[in-house]
């Protein structure tokens, strides 16, 4: 203890540093320590004093907060710098930026020729190329809109979690009235194939909402369509100019419209749509109280049946709330299209969402869930993915499930796990190339190394993901954006890896011929 007295202050400027470095608040700290060990655990004013060196921690709440960041007791004492915070990513997305040079070539007007072109060229539609800006907007922003957030508080006042009667409710104060229809299922077509489709629910100018009757069967898709709607009247006066939710084929603008081209109606009513679904996503899960129930419930999707919120609400709201900034969801549709895409941790994005590919990548566990239906309806996977030279290393968990037309697709969330092993030891980068050469050594796939696998089960436990430690349970695997660029010796049907050869290669190949010409 009086090792403790001597260093106070430099003890609480260390458990402050690595406080904020793991995005923590004083108030989830404390939550934290009570999940440990409920007696022995700090109250906030008192990590408040131990943080400003005016209270010494005792041996036993001095262990606790070492066995929750996992580190030694002793670190707290050592003299050593206090912990800085992980290296974040240059910019979220995988891809980099377009260099707008030469200038002249990107002129407004050259821009607004050479844009809907490009759409009809590619058989991109307006609403999707829509989509990818607001898509590229909320990765950059990391998807952090305070206003909307500020919007949702204010009508639910933080209340959770919220029923159908509350959402009933919360409607009629606003003045909407609600109106229910019967409309079943239909086939409708969707790129090369057909999809069940169904019309959920639409808003009505200037104040109804219509809702398919079949919806209060899943009162989780209910509430998520009311929350949306409120959204739509709060936020834009119930103008109407907002997307219907419909799931499934193609329903006009719902999911892909036919046409091609870019309109302002299609930007209007993206942008819309996205604001509505956040204000959704925030009215049904406010920031603080749904932050403090992934807590308790170690942020395992399976927890929102006990609130009423769907896996995707659960998923997408998480990248949100989550002190931990580096994330990413998928919502994966047969054959390999990914509908719903953010990129907050800049993964490499793989082929197949705008377009399908001849050469997709199967080992992405959303993909391989999506084709291998008679396993498990979800898991957990550690995954390398090589980009450039060096290798990125990645965890998500995935969950098969059915839209509510009855169609089967995969949602899935994950993280970027350096920049935690970074906070966590000096040898992350070493750890990640540990892993990436066994499952190198041993086709694509192998178990993680131990050394690896005690560090990530270290920084899980900070992170307090309860699906990252489930992961080690299963072979970690290489994974690449596209099949032709993968780092396997073999290719995934066990074939060599083929792939279109680069110019650069054959000038360097005629160069090296040239070289050995001269010395013979």
């Known amino acids: 203890m009086a090792q403790h007295a001597r260093n106070s202050h430099f003890l609480g400027s260390k458990l402050r540093a690595l406080r904020k470095t793991h995005g923590l608040t004083l108030e989830e700290l404390s939550a934290r320590c009570i999940q440990l060990d409920a007696e022995r655990a700090p109250s906030v004013s008192y990590l408040s004093m131990i943080e400003g060196g005016k209270r010494v921690p005792s041996n036993e709440v001095l262990d606790l907060l070492a066995s929750l960041f996992q580190r030694d007791p002793a670190w707290f004492l050592d003299g050593t710098q206090a912990a800085e915070p992980p290296r974040a990513a240059a910019r979220a997305g995988g891809a980099p930026p377009v260099p707008f040079e030469p200038a002249f070539l990107f002129s407004r007007e050259l821009l607004q020729a050479a844009i809907p072109e490009l759409l009809a060229q590619t058989g991109t539609t307006g609403r999707q190329f829509a989509h990818l800006l607001i898509r590229s907007h909320q990765e950059l922003s990391r998807n952090d809109y305070p206003d909307l957030e500020r919007a949702a508080e204010e009508v639910g006042q933080r209340r959770f979690p919220l029923s159908v009667d509350d959402l009933v409710a919360l409607c009629k104060h606003h003045g909407l009235q609600l109106k229910w229809f019967d409309r079943a299922t239909e086939m409708l ?28 069967a899943h ?56 604001e509505c679904s956040f204000f959704a996503g925030a009215l049904l899960a406010p ?24 896996p995707a609400v659960m998923m997408r709201r998480m990248t949100k709330v989550s ?31 705008m377009a399908q590919v001849t050469d997709p990548c199967p080992h992405w566990a959303v993909f391989r869930m999506l084709h291998h239906t008679r396993g498990p309806d979800r898991g957990s996977q ?35 796990l350096v920049p ?12 990640v190339d540990s892993i990436a050469q066994a499952c190198l050594r041993h086709h694509g796939e192998a178990r993680v190394p131990d050394e690896a696998a005690e560090a990530i ?38 074939s060599r890896a083929t792939r279109p050869r680069e110019i650069e290669e054959v000038q360097q190949e005629i160069i090296r011929r040239s070289v050995r010409q001269r010395s013979g």
């Open 287 to 310: 920031k603080q109280p749904f932050r403090r129930f992934l807590t308790r419930e170690s942020y395992r999707i399976e927890a929102g049946e006990k609130i009423g919120l769907t």
């Open 323 to 353: 002190p931990y900034p580096y994330w990413h969801f998928f919502d994966a549709y047969p054959p390999g299209y990914l509908r719903a895409v953010y990129r907050g941790n800049g993964i490499p994005l793989p082929w197949g969402n």
């Open 420 to 431: 935690a092993l970074r906070s966590h030891t000096r040898e992350a980068d070493r750890l």
């Open 189 to 216: 077509p969707d790129r090369d194939t057909e999809l069940r489709s169904m019309m959920r629910s639409f808003y009505a100018a200037p104040n109804t909402i219509y809702l398919n009757r079949a919806l209060q």
């Open 219 to 274: 009162p989780a898709r209910l509430k998520f369509d009311l929350a949306s709607h409120l959204a739509h009247k709060v936020l834009h006066g119930g103008d109407g100019l907002k997307s219907a939710h419909a799931t499934g084929g193609q329903m006009g603008g719902s999911p892909h419209g036919p046409e091609t081209g870019l309109s302002p109606e299609d930007v209007l009513h993206a942008w819309r749509d996205f």
């Open 382 to 416: 550690i995954s390398v993915l090589r980009e450039g030279d060096q290798f990125l290393l990645y965890v998500c968990h995935s969950h098969r499930t059915h839209d509510m037309a009855g169609n089967a697709h995969v949602l899935s969330v994950g993280i970027d």
């Open 457 to 494: 089960r270290g920084a899980a436990h900070v992170l307090n993901i309860a699906w990252i430690p489930e992961a080690l349970e299963r072979p970690a695997r290489i994974i690449c954006p596209r099949s032709t660029n993968c780092p396997r010796q073999e290719h995934c049907d066990g």
